[in-house]
Nanobody, 115 residues
């Protein structure tokens, strides 16, 4: 059974940094495009960063220059380095394939940016 487990969230002040991790088990994601998504209360879940199987990356405009997605293929892990965090980055962050796969959604990890 495929599982994606996110970790690394927490409470951070504006301007701070966090590094999120997504560990995949039960499946091999090396050939897949992987993404980080986020959802805040009252809003739809949005894709914020993607890393293609080729290694190419794409970001939503609101996080460009601040977030960096990367992957460790050998360990089947995807990361999201988040710098210069803003209150509007507050959300639950999830990883999944791109396009997403319904059965792969995990619990996510909460990121709260606040004084």
């Amino acid at each position: 059974q495929v599982q994606l487990v996110e970790s690394g969230g927490g409470l951070v002040q504006p301007g701070g940094s966090l590094r999120l991790s997504c560990a995949a088990s039960g499946g091999i994601f090396r050939g897949y495009d992987m993404g980080w998504y986020r959802q805040s209360p009252g809003k739809q879940r949005e894709l914020v960063a993607v890393i293609r199987s080729s290694g190419r990356t794409n970001y939503v405009d609101s996080v460009k220059g601040r977030f960096t997605i990367s992957r460790n293929r050998a360990e089947n892990t995807v990361f999201l380095q988040m710098n210069s965090l803003k209150p509007e980055d507050t959300a639950v962050y999830y990883c999944n394939t791109d396009p997403w796969t319904a059965s792969y959604w995990g619990q996510g990890t909460q990121v709260t940016v606040s004084l």
